[in-house]
């Protein structure tokens, strides 16, 4: 029998005193609610979108056990701003197994994107990162997840333990069915100091300062023999400066499609 540890949830009031202490926070979901002002049904309704996400057709490990969609943001006061469709980048230095290339995943839809709690969503998790590092224009790419036990085992950071070179990670838990794993790790950058955890509650979240914490989730493996399961999740990364590949030759042009 594999033990299970408890998230370290905090209060909303304390979201930013935790995540300048430690370098990451946890929410519980009633927490998520409240500090993004927005019923729990307003967030429950995002969730149908992750019965309609695309395979990953990247995966180098030759997995079928992961389906995401993307998009991308310019966040700037009190504007939320959609950029043309572009493809994901990561150095090899953040992404040892899948940096270096630009990936073109399916585009977000508007069944998720129009739902009113969206843009509070994507604000709230750039307002994070100006309150760490001041008021900017934030570049904030988002990523729906499905990761299901396919094959007998799912995994969630098949690059291992990482950091993602932005400067503020948020990882909402939106699902959980019929699996064991899903263990979140967050381990100090330069140290040796980690906790470890596993969200279990819809729409809890996990908020990372990516320059000061490196993390990973461990795999997950079906709860029966034969029963899918599968872990869904919404990651949200925030970055000054432009996207991550905007300085990398074949770059897109800014503006352009």
């Known amino acids: 029998m594999t033990t299970t540890f408890a998230p370290p949830t905090v209060?909303?009031?304390?979201?930013?005193?935790?995540?300048?202490?430690?370098?990451?926070?946890?929410?519980?979901?009633?927490?998520?609610?409240?500090?993004?002002?927005?019923p729990p049904a307003a967030l429950q309704?995002?969730?149908?979108?992750?019965?309609?996400?695309?395979?990953?057709?990247?995966?180098?490990?030759?997995?079928?056990?992961?389906?995401?969609?993307?998009?991308?943001?310019?966040?700037?006061?009190?504007?939320?701003?959609p950029v043309p469709h572009r493809a994901h980048y990561q150095p090899v230095e953040y992404n040892a197994l899948h940096g270096g290339m630009r990936r073109w995943f399916a585009p977000l839809t508007p069944a998720l994107t129009a739902q009113p709690a969206w843009p509070r969503l994507l604000h709230a998790?750039?307002?994070v990162a100006g309150?760490?590092?001041?008021?900017?224009?934030?570049?904030?790419?988002?990523?729906?997840?499905?990761?299901?036990?396919?094959?007998?085992?799912?995994r969630p950071t098949p690059e291992g333990a990482h950091r993602d070179g932005v400067d503020v990670v948020a990882v909402f838990l939106v699902a959980r069915h019929a699996i064991k794993g899903g263990e979140?790790?967050?381990?100090?950058?330069?140290?040796?100091?980690?906790?470890?955890?596993?969200?279990?509650?819809?729409?809890?979240?996990?908020?990372?300062?990516?320059?000061?914490?490196?993390?990973?989730?461990?795999?997950?493996?079906?709860?029966?023999?034969?029963?899918?399961?599968?872990?869904?999740?919404l990651v949200l990364t925030v970055r000054a400066g432009g996207f991550l590949g905007d300085d990398e030759p074949g770059a897109p042009v800014a503006g352009s499609a």
């Open 125 to 127: 998790v750039a307002d």
């Open 131 to 154: 309150a760490l590092r001041g008021p900017q224009p934030w570049f904030v790419e988002a990523h729906p997840f499905r990761i299901d036990t396919t094959g007998g085992i799912g």
């Open 45 to 81: 309704a995002l969730q149908p979108a992750w019965d309609d996400l695309p395979p990953d057709e990247y995966l180098k490990d030759g997995g079928r056990y992961r389906r995401r969609r993307h998009g991308c943001y310019r966040i700037e006061g009190d504007q939320v701003q």
């Open 184 to 233: 979140s790790r967050v381990f100090a950058a330069d140290g040796p100091n980690g906790q470890r955890f596993t969200l279990t509650e819809p729409w809890s979240l996990l908020l990372l300062d990516d320059l000061r914490v490196i993390h990973e989730t461990t795999p997950i493996q079906p709860l029966q023999p034969g029963v899918p399961g599968w872990r869904d999740t």
């Open 11 to 38: 209060a909303p009031a304390e979201l930013l005193a935790t995540l300048r202490h430690q370098g990451y926070a946890v929410l519980d979901a009633a927490g998520v609610s409240a500090w993004l002002g927005v």
